[in-house]
């Protein structure tokens, strides 16, 4: 299985901030990598699929960069909204498998 | 406008079997390059990818759980059903259904629904 290890696990950040995920594959997934966001409760959000495509009606402060097996997400400028926990899951290869999640705070 | 929704039991015993649907509404099962994943996550943990089915009927499982988990579809009915057998404690966790288009990401998911099991 192609383990996925995000970092941080939880980032303290204020509204207007630009917060930079990281997500580290334990092999190459060639660009096979998602981004989705989730709020308690609620189901996880796709918000970028095959590394840097925008899903249908995200905000363009999501961007998502990288290559083999180092992605990131970027936030540009905070938001309000934006504050939940942040997943990144590979489908190059089943198992498909999720990172360990990173939680975005309020500073 | 694509929807999925999950139903079945909330509660589970030990040993029992669980089955749970998706019913899927506007798109069809039967439309090229359409696949249906099943999801779950345990409470506080993240999300564990169980099994996916696609339009052809072709079936991915995830080892960890291949021999307690069957997945098929009802074309005629848009539906979708995971067959979880040896219910066990750890098995507890909220379950989701998900539509992908080949090569897209999981796009439309279902509200999900806690399953417990215990006696």
């Known amino acids: 299985d192609v383990q996925m290890t995000q970092s941080p696990s939880t980032l303290s950040a204020s509204v207007g901030d630009r917060v930079t995920i990281s997500c580290r594959a334990s092999?190459?997934?060639?660009?096979?990598l998602a981004w989705f966001q989730q709020k308690p409760g609620k189901a996880p959000k796709l918000l970028i699929y095959?590394?840097?495509t925008l899903q249908n009606g995200v905000p363009s402060r999501f961007s998502g960069s990288g290559s083999g097996a180092e992605y990131s997400l970027t936030i540009s400028s905070l938001q309000p909204d934006d504050f939940a926990t942040y997943y990144c899951q590979q489908y190059s290869g089943y198992p498909w498998t999720f990172g360990q999640g990173t939680k975005v705070e309020i500073k | 406008q694509i929807t999925l929704k999950e139903s079945g039991p909330t509660l589970v015993k030990p040993t029992q079997t669980l089955t749970l649907t998706c019913t899927l509404s506007?798109?069809?099962?039967?439309?090229?390059?359409?696949?249906v994943a099943w999801l779950r996550q345990p409470p506080g943990k993240a999300p564990e990818w169980l099994a996916l089915i696609y339009w052809d009927n072709d079936k991915y499982y995830n080892p960890s759980l291949q021999s307690r988990v069957t997945v098929s579809k009802d074309t005629s009915k848009n539906q979708v059903v995971l067959i979880m057998t040896n219910m066990d404690p750890l098995d507890t966790a909220t379950y989701f259904c998900?539509?992908?288009?080949?090569?897209?990401?999981?796009?439309?998911w279902g509200p999900g629904m806690l399953v417990t099991v215990s006696s």
């Open positions: 095959k590394t840097a």
């Open positions: 998900a539509h992908r288009i080949v090569e897209q990401g999981l796009d439309y």
């Open positions: 092999h190459n997934v060639n660009t096979w």
């Open positions: 506007g798109l069809s099962l039967s439309t090229s390059g359409v696949g």
